[in-house]
T-cell receptor, first 113, second 110 residues
Framework: DTAVSQTPKYLVTQMGNDKSIKCEQN?????MYWYKQDSKKFLKIMFS???????INETVPNRFSPKSPDKAHLNLHINSLELGDSAVYFC????????????FGPGTRLTVT | GQNIDQPTEMTATEGAIVQINCTYQ??????LFWYQQHAGEAPTFLSY????GLEEKGRFSSFLSRSKGYSYLLLKELQMKDSASYLC???????????FGAGTTVTVRA
């Protein structure tokens, strides 16, 4: 069974479109995250939810809106896509403590043309 | 914010040892993680240090000095499958988030 899953794995779309990426974890974790990994492989936190509540919101354009319908799901919606949004987006989850390892999903490679 | 530095690339021979250094400057430091990421795949957990000293896990060991803001990951008996990017990440007391360094790409040659 996949611990953290994301759909889709690949997403190719045009500038200006709106798209969503879905994430689900079956580990029973309380905390979920979205990360962006750019072409230089730098992995940067975007958002974090703990028990469906937003606890981390880094400096991310408000075109990006996360939504957590329940503890097991964290979706990312992106409006008006731009070329610079092209990256790999990783979802992750953890038990919630600062000392708990994070489990990453397989990533969604977003290409904006 | 957090300032995390690690070398960009390292190359080593199969069977050898490689040490990847990570230095950090952050207020409210809590602990330090090492993750491994193979090309095109997700990061996977390797180790976590919160106290000073060495943590050993098979062929991989991780060391932390809180007073020096320094950690290293030691990979012994290198295998071809160890070719990957190794990410150093710190947590601070107030938040749940991980702040990652840029990663060190290790290439193992036969």
């Amino acid at each position: 069974d996949t611990a953290v899953s994301q759909t889709p794995k690949y997403l190719v779309t045009q500038m200006g479109n709106d798209k969503s990426i879905k994430c689900e974890q079956n580990l029973g974790h309380d905390t979920m995250y979205w990360y962006k990994q750019d072409s230089k492989k730098f992995l940067k936190i975007m958002f974090s939810y703990n028990n469906k509540e937003l606890i981390i919101n880094e400096t991310v354009p408000n075109r990006f809106s996360p939504k957590s319908p329940d503890k097991a799901h964290l979706n990312l919606h992106i409006n008006s896509l731009e070329l610079g949004d092209s990256a790999v987006y990783f979802c992750a989850s953890s038990s919630g403590g600062r000392e708990d390892e994070q489990y990453f999903g397989p990533g969604t490679r977003l290409t904006v043309t | 914010g957090q300032n995390i530095d690690q070398p960009t690339e390292m190359t080593a021979t199969e069977g050898a040892i490689v040490q990847i250094n990570c230095t950090y400057q952050t207020s409210g430091f809590n602990g330090l993680f090492w993750y491994q990421q193979h090309a095109g795949e997700a990061p996977t957990f390797l180790s976590y240090n919160v106290l000073d000293g060495l943590e050993e896990k098979g062929r991989f060991s991780s060391f932390l000095s809180r007073s020096k803001g320094y950690s290293y990951l030691l990979l012994k008996e290198l295998q071809m499958k160890d070719s990957a990017s190794y990410l150093c990440a710190v947590t601070i007391r107030a938040y749940y988030k991980l702040s990652f360094g840029a990663g060190t790409t290790v290439t193992v040659r036969a």
